[in-house]
C-alpha cells in the first residue's frame, strides 16, 4: 500500500510537478544622497524590518508561520542598493499564485544624519523590488535660542560628547573621571563645549583656567575645528 502511494505520487507529479517561487514581501532598488551636497552616501543602511508570520496576509500571499527576520544592505560608493525580495523557492503540484503586486516599508539610515520611512511596492514586472528612487538624507537640524545651549537629541547628544571625549583622550591624555563637559553655545554650525578638569575645580584656581578649555566643534564634520583655553 504504501509502495503504491509513492508510485502514485512520482506519477502525480510526472504530469505536473513544477518549480515555483513564492514572494513573501518585497525588496527595493534606489540611490542615497546627502540632501544639500547630493553627493553619494556610502555605506547607507537599508532595511526591512521583520514581519510577523501568517498563514495568509491580506494581500493574498502566504507567509512562513515563524515570520520573517529583518533584512539589511549598504548602498555603495555611488550610492546605489539593492535589497533582493524575500521568497522561497519550492518544487511540488499545488501553489497558491502570487499577488500582482505587493507594498513593504524600508527604513534608509547613516551616521550623522535623519532616518527616513518609506514604503513602496513590488511587483513580478520590476523583479518584486519597489523602486524608491533618489533618497536624500538630511543632518538634523540643531535648535536653538540666542543665551541658551542648543537643544539637541538624545543621539546627537551621544555622537557629540563622544567627539569631546576621544578629542580629550588623544590630546589631553585625561580620563573619562579627569574632567567634565558641557555644551553652553552655539554658533553658525560650531557646537561650544566647556571642558572643565577636576583640578581646577579642587584647587584654589579661578574656576575654568587651568587646564580648563573650550572645544568648539563642527556639525557638519562632526570634527574639533577650534581649542581655547582659559586665562
Given at each position: 500500500m504504501r509502495r503504491l502511494g509513492i508510485l502514485l505520487l512520482v506519477a502525480a507529479c510526472a504530469t505536473g510537478c513544477r518549480f515555483h517561487t513564492t514572494v513573501y514581501a518585497p525588496g527595493a532598488t534606489?540611490?542615497?544622497?546627502?540632501a544639500a551636497t547630493y553627493q553619494p552616501v556610502i555605506g547607507a543602511r537599508i532595511t526591512r524590518p521583520a514581519i510577523k508570520g501568517s498563514n495568509y496576509s491580506l494581500s493574498g500571499t502566504h507567509r512562513p508561520p515563524e515570520g520573517l527576520p529583518s533584512r539589511m544592505v549598504?548602498?555603495?560608493?555611488?550610492?546605489?542598493?539593492?535589497?533582493?525580495?524575500?521568497?522561497?523557492?519550492?518544487?511540488?503540484?499545488?501553489?497558491?499564485?502570487?499577488p500582482y503586486n505587493l507594498a513593504g516599508s524600508f527604513y534608509v539610515s547613516a551616521e550623522g544624519y535623519a532616518t527616513n520611512e518609506l514604503s513602496g511596492?513590488?511587483?513580478?514586472?520590476?523583479?518584486?523590488?519597489?523602486e524608491l528612487g533618489t533618497?536624500?538624507?538630511q543632518r538634523p537640524s540643531i535648535e536653538y535660542e540666542y543665551g541658551r545651549p542648543p537643544k539637541l537629541s538624545v543621539i546627537e547628544?551621544?555622537?557629540f560628547d563622544r567627539i569631546v571625549e576621544e578629542y580629550v583622550t588623544r590630546q589631553k591624555k585625561w580620563s573619562v573621571g579627569d574632567y567634565s563637559s558641557a555644551l553652553i553655545d552655539a554658533q553658525a554650525g560650531i557646537l561650544v563645549f566647556q571642558v572643565t578638569h577636576k583640578d581646577d575645580i579642587t584647587s584654589s584656581a579661578t574656576p575654568g583656567g587651568g587646564k580648563s578649555m573650550q572645544?568648539?566643534?563642527s556639525?557638519?564634520?562632526k570634527k574639533v575645528v577650534?581649542?581655547?583655553?582659559?586665562q
Open positions: 534606489g540611490r542615497v544622497l546627502d549598504r548602498s555603495n560608493k555611488r550610492g546605489d542598493f539593492d535589497l533582493p525580495p524575500a521568497d522561497k523557492t519550492q518544487f511540488g503540484l499545488m501553489f497558491s499564485p502570487n511596492i513590488g511587483s513580478a514586472r520590476i523583479s518584486w523590488r519597489a533618497i536624500l538624507l547628544r551621544s555622537t572645544l568648539h566643534i556639525t557638519a564634520t577650534r581649542e581655547l583655553g582659559y
